[in-house]
């Protein structure tokens, strides 16, 4: 299983926490990002995510998962 599954998978299950670097390494693996926040966008279905660093910590909350998770789905990313 390599860093990008295991990562994924942690991202899909809502009870383990995720870091935000965790998100922004998702989603530089499926797409073109930004550095100032995670943002993930495709050309062809003119689709974009965009979140900001969680602060002062460094965990996302389960609301955005959640957000994450679905939107990729919708989009067919994974």
Not at 7 to 13: A, G, P, S
Not at 29 to 42: F, I, P, V
Request: avoid cysteine; charge should be positive.
């Amino acid at each position: 299983m390599s860093k990008y599954d295991k990562i994924l998978e942690r991202l899909i299950d809502s009870s383990i926490i995720s870091t935000f670097q965790e998100l922004e390494h998702i989603l530089k693996k499926l797409g073109k990002t930004s550095e100032s926040r995670a943002t993930n966008y495709d050309d062809k279905k003119n689709h974009i995510i965009r979140i900001h660093k969680p602060h002062p910590g460094n965990k996302l909350k389960k609301y955005v998962k959640k957000y994450i998770v679905s939107e990729l789905k919708k989009n067919n990313l994974i």
